[in-house]
């Protein structure tokens, strides 16, 4: 691990001020991620701004009747709330289907929203990463490839998004708050958070150098089934080879979102219009225009069997 300077900060202003002040500076809070990856040099900021200290840690409702989730809540804590289990129950699932208990006791809202992705290329500083180190090739693109992306993907990259929490968060549609450096704040859709590889797959998401989330807002309860089904290799502690999260209300009609299968939760609205007909059909509209290699091509009858199974549980 490279040498760094660390600071303690007491305010969001404070926060983004420091971040601003050292080029190279990163936000550390749970630091389940971060530190991983600066053991492996595959980070290696100058400057860590502690953010533990700004009293971003509460659940609030909101005035729309929805809840505020604040940047520094722990997934454990996420999890486990009464508001959370009774009107987002798919988010309390997926939750509960990531990382392992120590983990989720440390890691916070905003750091699995940040979390990056775990393909091997891009773990192994001896194989070329775009991601990493941009211009330099994707190793995915030729190597072992069955964890990879089947949607969205670019000659730049295959990888996948890690995160289960945030499958649930774009069924959901939540929104993401931020303050910049210049104290403006922003409300950033979750369906905008996440961007597609392209040409630039080190640019992951929509925030700006030194730019901190403050809060992740839910709109008010949809009702219905809240489900989040994962397929893994193991039963715990594995990230998700194809996750489903879906809210499904009794008409047949609801939301769906696939984890595992791109560089950002993925949803396609207008493949919910088929959940009537059923998961052949929706899987249709879903996958449309999936870029396949022979070791990740059974991801998309997976995508298809899962959701059959969600509605299956659906109707119980």
């Not at 860590?48 to 009747?65: F, K, P, S, Y």
């Not at 489903?244 to 984890?259: E, K």
Request: charged fraction near 20%; include cysteine; charge should be positive.
């Amino acid at each position: 691990m490279k040498a760094f300077s660390y600071e303690r900060v007491r305010t969001p202003a404070e926060a983004v001020a420091a971040a601003t002040r050292t080029p190279g500076a990163r936000f550390i809070a749970g630091g389940t991620n971060l530190l991983d990856l600066m053991k492996l040099e595959i980070e290696t900021p100058a400057h860590l701004v502690d953010v533990n200290g700004l009293g971003l840690d509460r659940i609030e409702a909101t005035d729309a009747g929805g809840l505020r989730i604040g940047a520094l809540v722990r997934n454990t804590d996420l999890a486990a709330d009464r508001r959370v289990r009774r009107d987002y129950a798919v988010l309390s699932r997926a939750l509960l289907a990531g990382a392992s208990g120590q983990l989720r006791n440390k890691a916070t809202t905003a750091g699995n929203l940040l979390q990056r992705t775990r393909c091997p290329y891009f773990y192994d500083t001896n194989q070329p990463c775009n991601k990493r180190l941009p211009g330099s090739g994707c190793a995915a693109l030729e190597g072992f490839s069955r964890q990879h992306a089947v949607m969205g993907t670019s000659d730049a990259c295959i990888a996948t998004h890690p995160s289960d929490m945030a499958v649930a968060m774009r069924v959901l549609d939540a929104t993401v708050e931020t303050v910049a450096s210049n104290g403006a704040t922003r409300r950033i859709p979750i369906a905008d958070f996440h961007r597609l590889p392209g040409s630039t797959p080190q640019v992951e998401t929509d925030l700006q150098p030194g730019e901190l989330i403050t809060a992740v807002t839910l709109p008010k309860p949809l009702g219905g089934k809240h489900i989040y089904r994962k397929v893994r290799d193991r039963a715990s502690y594995a990230f998700a080879l194809v996750s489903v999260a879906a809210v499904v209300q009794r008409d047949g009609s609801g939301r769906v979102a696939v984890g595992g299968i791109a560089h950002k939760p993925w949803r396609v609205e207008a493949a919910e219009a088929e959940l009537p007909r059923g998961s052949k059909a929706v899987a249709a509209r879903l996958l449309e225009g999936a870029r396949t290699t022979p070791q990740n091509a059974f991801k998309l009858p997976l995508v298809e069997r899962t959701i059959a199974a969600v509605l299956m549980d659906a109707q119980t």
